[in-house]
């Protein structure tokens, strides 16, 4: 397995199902995910996707700077280290962000997020 | 156990910088043959590769001030996922730079923790 690319093409799903419609972002989460989101802990699909879809705003638009990953051990997991820009909608600046993610294999071959921790970065 | 959580993060954070700033060289005893530092996006493994370019890096002295860490338990059992934002002061330049830094820490024998993942990035702009 190609952990790069398995990366690169989780963070643009991940990102653009984001900023299209945050509530289709269920899928990959499970009821023993964990979003630390702006120090708030949250935990499950449906308290993290109700926390998401209740953020103040509208519109966004992520664009991403880096990602970095790398194998979390034996159990196939991935870390997935992100930084970029957040653009809201109506705001002049955009906001810059890190966020880390950890992915682990579903039976079907796919990928969900155990752990997830989003921070804005400020000057 | 959440406040346990929380506990190891903060102490291991301050270790961590702690050694960083002030006996960098030390730091090799937090990372072990299987771990994985990717620093500024160049990947090295292993506590004598790691060690090395940590010492490598351009500058003698160095200050780091945490402004967050969030912990989460990890799918280990007793692993930890801790992400850290800050500031790194380096002697003769004006203005610091701006650092984000994930670690996953696995308990080791004895009781302690050692590092089996860390990413760090310069947070520009």
């Known amino acids: ?123 | 156990m959440e406040e346990h959580l929380e506990d190891v993060g903060k102490t291991f954070v301050s270790h961590y910088y702690n050694l960083f700033d002030n006996d960098r060289s030390s730091l090799a005893s937090l990372y072990q043959p299987s771990s994985v530092l990717t620093f500024e996006g160049q990947k090295i493994q292993g506590v004598d590769n790691i060690a090395t370019k940590l010492k490598q890096l351009p500058f003698d002295q160095c200050h780091h001030v945490v402004s967050t860490i969030d912990c989460q338990p990890s799918s280990f059992v007793g692993g930890i996922m801790v992400f850290v934002s800050g500031s790194l002061q380096l002697p003769g330049e004006e203005h610091t730079l701006r650092f984000s830094q994930m670690f996953q820490l696995i308990p080791s024998r004895g009781g302690s923790y050692f590092v089996q993942n860390d990413v760090f990035r310069l947070n520009y702009g």
Not at chain 1, 48 to 67: G, N, R, W
Not at chain 1, 103 to 108: A, C, E, I, K
Not at chain 1, 113 to 120: A, E, M, P, Q, T
């Open chain 1, 1 to 123: 397995m190609d952990t790069d690319a398995v990366s690169k093409a989780f963070v643009e799903h991940y990102y653009s199902t984001f900023d299209a419609n945050r509530a289709g972002l269920a899928g990959l989460y499970q009821d023993q995910s964990m979003l630390t989101f702006e120090g708030q802990k949250i935990q499950g699909s449906q308290s993290i996707v109700a926390k998401l879809t209740s953020l103040p705003f509208q519109q966004c638009q992520h664009q991403i700077t880096t990602v970095d990953c790398q194998p979390s051990g034996p159990a196939g997991g991935m870390l997935v280290f992100v930084s970029g820009n957040l653009q809201l909608q109506g705001e002049q600046h955009a906001l810059k962000f890190s966020q880390m993610f950890h992915l682990m294999p579903t039976p079907q071959g796919s990928f969900y997020v155990l752990n997830d921790i989003f921070r804005l970065n400020y000057a």
